[in-house]
């Protein structure tokens, strides 16, 4: 099993930038998938990011060429950068993962992951 927490969300205007951290603790010798989610009021939760065991990174349209995925293997910590914010990226973005093939990991489907952290508030006024 793994446990995971996240942390930096907050308030930003919008065109700026924040930097979510994920960390994992537990057994994170295993080669999970971690995948960013977000889900806003009223809306379903959808996959925004992923990073598989090899490093291999996947985007949703809408935040491809803003937000950068990455891992700190020493640390046990993925990132999301988030860049050009706008206000539709307003929502709880939570960190997730679980063991899949690699093409799994990028389909981001929801069902998928079993492991998931308590979620992050970013708010993007505009």
């Known amino acids: 099993q793994v446990q995971l927490a996240e942390s930096g969300g907050g308030s930003v205007q919008s065109g700026g930038s924040l930097r979510l951290s994920c960390v994992a603790s537990?057994?994170?010798?295993?080669?999970?998938?971690v995948a960013w989610f977000r889900q806003a009021p009223g809306k379903a939760r959808e996959g925004i990011a992923s990073i598989d065991k090899d490093g291999g990174t996947a985007y949703a349209d809408s935040v491809k060429g803003r937000f950068t995925i990455s891992k700190d293997n020493a640390k046990n910590i993925y990132h999301l950068q988030m860049n050009g914010l706008k206000p539709e990226d307003t929502a709880m973005y939570y960190c997730?993962?679980?063991?899949?093939?690699?093409?799994?990991?990028?389909?981001?489907?929801?069902?998928?992951?079993?492991?998931w952290g308590q979620g992050t508030q970013v708010t993007v006024s505009a």
């Open positions: 997730a993962a679980d063991l899949m093939g690699l093409d799994y990991c990028s389909t981001m489907r929801l069902g998928l992951f079993g492991y």
């Open positions: 537990g057994n994170t010798a295993s080669p999970y998938c």
